[in-house]
């Protein structure tokens, strides 16, 4: 889509990332971007460029699920819809297979196995061209084994004879993982203020029955684009202009397909079966169901059903794969052709390392090891004591750790521009 947009005249400018907002009076005014060539101890090199400030009437917000500059703009505005946003981590692998294996077109979708009914999530096999497929399972963030690892939970998703059927002989080509924003319409953050919209994933129009929200992102961005052309047509870009955005996001398809489907994530909050029991009464109600809206606790958060189970544990017993069918963390992160310049600032912060090497060891026997999809974080031992080892230039940017960290001292930044997955293709 970047070639055809440049075709029409607009500007690109990849390999830049947003690193802060400006704020001006009442809304924003613009974006700044993160300062390149800086080393790991935040010293500038020969390289150094400062961060440009990028100046607009209006800013668009498009970062996916958790962004960062989205995250901190809810809540400093205080945008934040009826439900807290929840999230389920993705997984995904493509392979190539010998032919005969898939049809091109095929669609499965399966839920539950092999996670138990206490968990909400699921798989896809879908048969692409060529004899290739996708595999790919989402679970959600809130089940309570602190020591639950979605990548071990994705590798054994594939020893299912009907997936080993499948792949089997067949070639890893490449990895991924990224969260998925589930909480539907009711976790919409107000999509407007003063200078600035936010779309797509973002803006929570994640279809969350369909694990679907290109579509949904693409016509966002459409309204966007007319709502800020009538804007700037009428000089006035204040938050009750642009809030033209909401009505058109009401009146148009979004609304209608995202509406029969507002509870049903909700619905799974207390397991598999009550949540099928739930999602049929939805299916028949057009989404209402038996409670409308069905609501978290304000202020819920997924990680506070993580049982108190901590204590460390002896990392060289985790899952390796067979490497052949299933695989070690490292070697799917080898796939998603993942780079960092290693010579800059960590761009995952934690705030408090004090509480990882000491409450969170015995609380919850650090998580992070356990629900990144990347082995980014390191739990060792230096000079006797507990110690936190971050191998950044791993991260494949799912966010996974910025939403399930129990105590949410794990800060995700803008890593310098251009670093990170490869996805082109997946
Ligand atoms: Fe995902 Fe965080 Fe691991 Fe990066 S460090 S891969 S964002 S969980």
Same mark, same amino acid.
């Given at each position: 889509?970047?070639?055809?947009?440049?075709?029409?005249?607009?500007?690109?400018?990849?390999?830049?990332?947003?690193?802060?907002?400006?704020?001006?009076?009442?809304?924003?005014?613009?974006?700044?971007?993160?300062?390149?060539?800086?080393?790991?101890?935040?010293?500038?090199?020969?390289?150094?460029?400062?961060?440009?400030?990028?100046?607009?009437?209006?800013?668009? /917000?498009?970062? &996916?699920?958790? $962004? @960062? %500059?989205?995250?901190?703009?809810?809540?400093?505005?205080?945008?934040? *819809?009826?439900?807290?946003?929840?999230?389920?981590?993705?997984?995904?692998?493509?392979?190539?297979?010998?032919?005969?294996?898939?049809?091109?077109?095929?669609v499965?979708h399966?839920?539950?196995?092999?996670?138990?009914?206490?968990?909400?999530?699921?798989?896809w096999?879908?048969?692409?061209?060529?004899?290739?497929?996708?595999?790919?399972?989402?679970?959600?963030?809130?089940?309570?084994?602190?020591?639950?690892?979605?990548?071990?939970?994705?590798?054994?998703?594939?020893?299912?004879?009907?997936?080993?059927?499948?792949?089997?002989?067949?070639?890893?080509?490449?990895?991924?993982?990224?969260?998925?924003?589930?909480?539907?319409?009711?976790?919409?953050?107000?999509?407007?203020?003063?200078?600035? /919209?936010?779309? &797509?994933?973002? $803006? @929570? %129009?994640l279809n969350s029955q369909r694990l679907k929200g290109i579509h949904t *992102?693409?016509?966002?961005?459409?309204?966007?684009?007319?709502?800020?052309?009538?804007?700037?047509?009428?000089?006035?870009?204040?938050?009750?202009?642009?809030?033209?955005?909401?009505?058109?996001?009401?009146?148009?398809?979004?609304?209608?397909e995202l509406?029969a489907v507002?509870?049903f994530?909700?619905?799974?909050?207390?397991?598999?079966?009550?949540?099928?029991?739930?999602?049929?009464?939805?299916?028949?109600?057009?989404?209402?169901?038996?409670?409308?809206?069905?609501?978290?606790?304000?202020?819920?958060?997924?990680?506070?059903?993580?049982?108190?189970?901590?204590?460390?544990?002896?990392?060289?017993?985790?899952?390796?794969?067979?490497?052949?069918?299933?695989?070690?963390?490292?070697?799917?992160?080898?796939?998603?052709?993942?780079?960092?310049?290693?010579?800059?600032?960590?761009?995952?912060?934690?705030?408090?390392?004090?509480?990882?090497?000491?409450?969170?060891?015995?609380?919850?026997?650090?998580?992070?090891?356990?629900?990144?999809?990347?082995?980014?974080?390191?739990?060792?031992?230096?000079?006797?004591?507990?110690?936190?080892?971050?191998?950044?230039?791993?991260?494949?940017?799912?966010?996974?750790?910025?939403?399930?960290?129990?105590?949410?001292?794990?800060?995700?930044?803008?890593?310098?521009?251009?670093?990170?997955?490869?996805?082109?293709?997946?």
């Open positions: 889509m970047g070639g055809l947009v440049e075709k029409k005249g607009v500007n690109l400018f990849t390999s830049f990332a947003g690193a802060s907002l400006i704020e001006e009076g009442p809304g924003i005014a613009g974006v700044i971007t993160e300062d390149k060539g800086v080393d790991k101890n935040g010293k500038p090199k020969d390289n150094f460029t400062p961060g440009y400030e990028l100046r607009a009437k209006v800013t668009v /917000l498009a970062e &996916g699920p958790r $962004g @960062s %500059l989205t995250k901190n703009l809810v809540s400093r505005f205080k945008l934040d *819809g009826l439900n807290p946003q929840a999230y389920g981590i993705g997984i995904k692998e493509l392979w190539d297979v010998p032919a005969g294996r898939i049809e091109t077109g095929f499965g399966t839920l539950g196995w092999p996670l138990d009914s206490s968990m909400y999530g699921g798989g096999i879908y048969g692409l061209q060529q004899n290739r497929v996708s595999l790919g399972m989402v679970v959600a963030l809130e089940y309570h084994n602190p020591l639950f690892d979605p990548h071990e939970a994705f590798q054994k998703y594939k020893t299912h004879p009907h997936i080993r059927r499948i792949i089997e002989g067949g070639k890893l080509i490449r990895y991924g993982a990224k969260t998925v924003p589930y909480g539907g319409w009711y976790s919409m953050p107000r999509p407007y203020l003063d200078g600035g /919209l936010i779309i &797509g994933d973002s $803006g @929570s %129009l *992102g693409i016509k966002s961005g459409m309204l966007a684009a007319e709502t800020i052309y009538e804007a700037l047509c009428a000089g006035d870009t204040s938050a009750a202009r642009l809030s033209n955005y909401s009505a058109k996001l009401e009146a148009s398809w979004i609304k209608k509406w507002r509870n994530h909700q619905a799974f909050a207390h397991g598999l079966w009550s949540g099928l029991v739930h999602s049929a009464a939805q299916f028949v109600t057009g989404g209402r169901g038996f409670v409308d809206p069905m609501r978290a606790k304000p202020g819920y958060q997924e990680y506070s059903k993580l049982n108190r189970d901590g204590g460390l544990v002896d990392q060289s017993t985790r899952f390796k794969g067979d490497g052949a069918l299933t695989f070690d963390r490292l070697t799917d992160v080898y796939h998603s052709g993942t780079r960092h310049e290693e010579d800059q600032p960590c761009h995952l912060v934690v705030t408090e390392p004090n509480i990882c090497v000491d409450r969170c060891v015995r609380e919850y026997g650090n998580p992070c090891q356990y629900f990144c999809p990347a082995a980014v974080y390191e739990m060792g031992m230096e000079k006797g004591a507990p110690r936190l080892k971050i191998n950044f230039s791993n991260c494949v940017h799912c966010k996974t750790c910025d939403v399930a960290d129990p105590y949410q001292v794990i800060e995700w930044k803008v890593p310098e521009g251009g670093g990170g997955p490869n996805y082109e293709g997946m």
